[in-house]
C-alpha cells in the first residue's frame, strides 16, 4: 500500500559478498539496486520509505502473487496478477 522506492531480486547483490542475512549490504547501504534475475538465487526485497512522529506508529502491507503459467507467459500472467491485485486492494 506504500510505493516501492527501491527493489531486489537478485539474493547476493541483496546480501552483499560476504556478508549473511543478519547484515545485508542493501540495508546497510539504505537502498537496494533495482536488480532483476533470470535465474540464480532469487529474493523478494522491497523498500519502502516511512517516515514517523515520536510516538506514532503505521501499518505497511505487502502483496504478493503467484500466477500460474508465468514462466511460459510471463507478460499475460503479470497482467492477471495486476487485476487481481487491484480487485483485492480495492476489497480491503
Given at each position: ?64 502473487c503467484a500466477s500460474i503459467g508465468s514462466l511460459k ?20
Open positions: 500500500n506504500k510505493k516501492v522506492s527501491s527493489y531486489s531480486g537478485d539474493r547476493d547483490a541483496f546480501i552483499g559478498n560476504y556478508r549473511y542475512e543478519k547484515n545485508p549490504i542493501a540495508v546497510e547501504l539504505g537502498q537496494c539496486g533495482n536488480e532483476e534475475i533470470q535465474s540464480g538465487e532469487a529474493c523478494a526485497a522491497l523498500q519502502v520509505d516511512v517516515s514517523l512522529n515520536a510516538g506514532t506508529s503505521e501499518n505497511v502491507k505487502f502483496y504478493l507467459d510471463y507478460e499475460t500472467a503479470r497482467q492477471k496478477a495486476l487485476l487481481d491485485i487491484r480487485k483485492f486492494y480495492n476489497f480491503q
